[in-house]
């Protein structure tokens, strides 16, 4: 599949909507909430949302998000680590990937079963060992230890048409700065949604996320 996996799906799928380069990470989200807190995150205007696997039954999560959402916005899964989590989110309805880590087994095991991968990358090697796997995206994690000027240096050498995420204590008044270094987008965490947070505050976070993208990319 080709790295432009993300955006042609996102094209396909969410036809009506602006995709904004952004996803939101849920982490510790409950079955429960999963679903009103997906409409509230799309109503904002982000259309790629996460649950890390290391949420309270993340399965059910997902597979309750994508019921309410449907097509509006894609919904994966973060922090996946084996093969068989891989498998066990397809399952459940998942569409993408996501990894802390740049494990080639688990993007093989992505792409094989046709939903988007964006492993976790530091350096150059990672980087280039990720996109010979077949990543749709790196995931530049912790973005906050090498910043943007590491970044910038990477992504002099990475190819062009390969998406470039910061993800790990980037915040909205940093979104220009990582923009300039040849960031595309952006992964929210706790910014975003903490355990305990009420719909209506994940609601006003997300339009403060978005409100701070289309400031940068229009």
């Not at 909205?172 to 965490?189: E, I, Q, S, V």
Request: net charge negative.
């Amino acid at each position: 599949m080709a790295p432009s996996y993300v955006a042609e799906q996102i094209t396909d799928a969410v036809s009506g909507s602006k995709h904004r380069r952004l996803i939101a990470i849920l982490r510790g989200v409950k079955p429960v909430e999963a679903a009103d807190m997906a409409r509230a995150l799309v109503a904002a205007g982000i259309t790629m949302i996460e649950v890390p696997l290391n949420s309270p039954e993340p399965l059910k999560s997902i597979t309750a998000m994508k019921e309410a959402v449907g097509d509006s916005a894609l919904i994966g899964a973060g922090t996946v680590l084996t093969t068989e989590d891989v498998a066990n989110v397809k399952a459940a309805s998942g569409e993408f990937i996501v990894s802390p880590n740049c494990d080639i087994e688990v993007i093989a095991k992505t792409k094989e079963l046709g939903m988007g991968s964006w492993p976790g990358v530091l350096t150059p090697t990672e980087c280039f060992a990720a996109i010979k796997a077949g990543a749709d995206g790196l995931k530049i994690f912790p973005a906050s230890i090498i910043g943007a000027d590491g970044i910038k240096a990477m992504r002099a050498v990475l190819p062009a048409s390969m998406p470039v995420y910061a993800v790990g204590g980037v915040g909205p008044d940093d979104f220009a700065t990582y923009a300039k270094a040849g960031c595309d987008g952006f992964g929210l965490g706790s910014g975003i949604y903490k355990p305990g947070m009420s719909v209506a505050a994940v609601s006003d976070a997300a339009v403060a996320y978005v409100r701070a993208h289309d400031a940068v990319f229009g």
